[in-house]
C-alpha cells in the first residue's frame, strides 16, 4: 500500500515557497501587476526572479505567511 505516500507538501523542492513571484501568481491565476503593487505597498522588496522563499526571508516572513497574504483577495 502506498498510502503514507500522498502529499510532500513542504519538502525541499515542493510548494510555492520554491517557485518564483510569476510562477506563482501563474500557477494561482494572480495578476503579476496586482500582486507586485500588493508587495511595494508592504514595503517588501522584490524582484521577479526571487523565489517566494527569498522573498519571505527578506521581509522577515515565512514562507507560508507570505503566500496566504498574496492569495487572500482584497
Keep these: 500500500s502506498k498510502s503514507g505516500a500522498a502529499h510532500a507538501e513542504g519538502k525541499a523542492g515542493g510548494g510555492p515557497g520554491w517557485k518564483t513571484l510569476a510562477q506563482f501568481c501563474a500557477d494561482e491565476g494572480l495578476a503579476l501587476e496586482t500582486v507586485r503593487t ?3 505597498a508592504k514595503r517588501i522588496k522584490f524582484d521577479d526572479t526571487m523565489t517566494l522563499r527569498e522573498i519571505a526571508s527578506h521581509s522577515g516572513q515565512k514562507p ?5 497574504s498574496l492569495r487572500a483577495r482584497p
Design 64 to 68: 507560508y505567511d507570505l503566500v496566504e
Design 38 to 40: 500588493r508587495l511595494g
